[in-house]
């Protein structure tokens, strides 16, 4: 059976929930994307957050409508994709499983490994080309794709990944036993219930 484009709607709510319901997704940016296996969730009231302190011109999509694309700059050097769900909330993609465009991923990322192409955020965004010019941009519709889960999965979830604040917040969800995370679950992670 087929599966269904996400609408705006889908991402209209806590973000815990959009996470959850990310795992197993797929992503396509034009020709480009595969099975998400990995994320990250992030609110206004989450001191990790870039909405913890509230609008500015850099995260000011992160406070528009939800289902959009929010792209920034880690540390000056690497694009993070993240989809916006209620206002000051979004969910950053932190791996995929390659799926279609192998060819044009590897000679982006010019790496031949099929895990390094999307295992991690900034690895992520060259692989798909996601730069700032996808910031704010639908994500249904072009480039983007996004068909739901072909069947519910129980994520295995843990702290999240590359932060200073927040540390503690179990709010990193992922594919159990995926080959293409961007780093182990510990193994005290445990799936989380629907």
């Not at 599966?3 to 996470?19: E, K, N, Q, T, W």
């Not at 010019?133 to 480039?143: F, H, I, S, V, W």
């Not at 129980?154 to 702290?159: A, F, H, L």
């Not at 179990?170 to 989380?192: H, Q």
Request: aromatic share 8%; glycine share 12%; net charge positive.
């Amino acid at each position: 059976m087929p599966s269904s484009a996400l609408s705006p709607a889908f991402f209209d709510r806590h973000v815990c929930l959009v996470a959850r319901g990310l795992i197993g997704a797929a992503l396509f940016v034009g020709e480009t994307g595969g099975t998400i296996i990995e994320v990250e969730a992030y609110d206004r009231d989450d001191p990790a957050s870039h909405a913890y302190r509230g609008p500015t011109p850099r995260n000011q999509v992160m406070f528009g409508p939800p289902g959009r694309a929010y792209v920034y700059r880690s540390y000056g050097v690497h694009w993070c994709l993240n989809f916006v769900c209620k206002p000051g909330s979004a969910v950053l993609i932190r791996a995929l499983e390659p799926t279609e465009g192998a060819g044009i991923m590897r000679e982006r990322r010019r790496r031949d490994d099929i895990r390094l192409l999307c295992s991690g955020p900034g690895r992520l965004c060259q692989a798909l080309g996601i730069d700032s010019e996808t910031n704010g941009l639908a994500l249904d519709e072009p480039p983007f794709r996004i068909l739901a889960a072909p069947s519910p999965l129980d994520p295995v979830i843990g702290t999240r990944i590359g932060i200073t604040r927040g540390v503690e917040t179990l709010w990193r969800y992922g594919l159990n036993g995926s080959r293409f995370l961007s780093r182990p679950f510990p193994k005290m992670a445990k799936p989380v219930a629907g």
